[in-house]
């Protein structure tokens, strides 16, 4: 007889690395989002060095296969269409973040010219080089 499923904890509860996993493929069914494909990770919505407690909430987290993983990771895909996909209807914000702005992956706020003014990531090597490689680095401006 198989385990039953433990119920899903409130999108604000702060989980283990461990749960963080179980509960956000639990709530996918296994499945990536985004296809149907197994989930192969609990991706991060908002990177989770942005949280000082390392940002392991269920409504920060979305059970991808390892293509919509990198795309999350390069912004290609939204956060809003992550927390769409992932069923995410609190989403959980870092300490000083505001609920009234738009921010990438990285915590870059999307402005309304299109570009994104750097945030408390600027300068992290994962953060360029996930930019890079999705061809928008080039849109990441700096406040004088």
Known sequence: MAARPKPL??????????????????????????????????H??????????????????????DLH????ETTELSVERVREAAGISRPVLPPGFEADLQYDKW?????????????????????RRALTTGRVISLLVYAP
Do not use: T
Request: proline share 6%; glycine share 12%.
């Open 107 to 127: 915590g870059n706020v999307l402005r309304a010219d299109g570009l994104r003014q750097a945030g408390p990531l600027r300068d992290d090597d994962g953060m």
């Open 9 to 42: 904890p409130p999108e604000d509860a702060l989980l283990s690395r461990a749960d963080f996993k179980l509960f956000v493929f639990q709530r996918a069914g296994g499945k990536c989002i985004f296809c149907s494909r197994p989930a192969a990770d609990a």
């Open 44 to 65: 991060h919505v908002l990177e989770r060095k942005l949280f000082p407690d390392g940002g392991y909430y269920s409504g920060n987290g979305a059970a991808v296969c």
């Open 69 to 72: 993983h990198w795309q999350c």
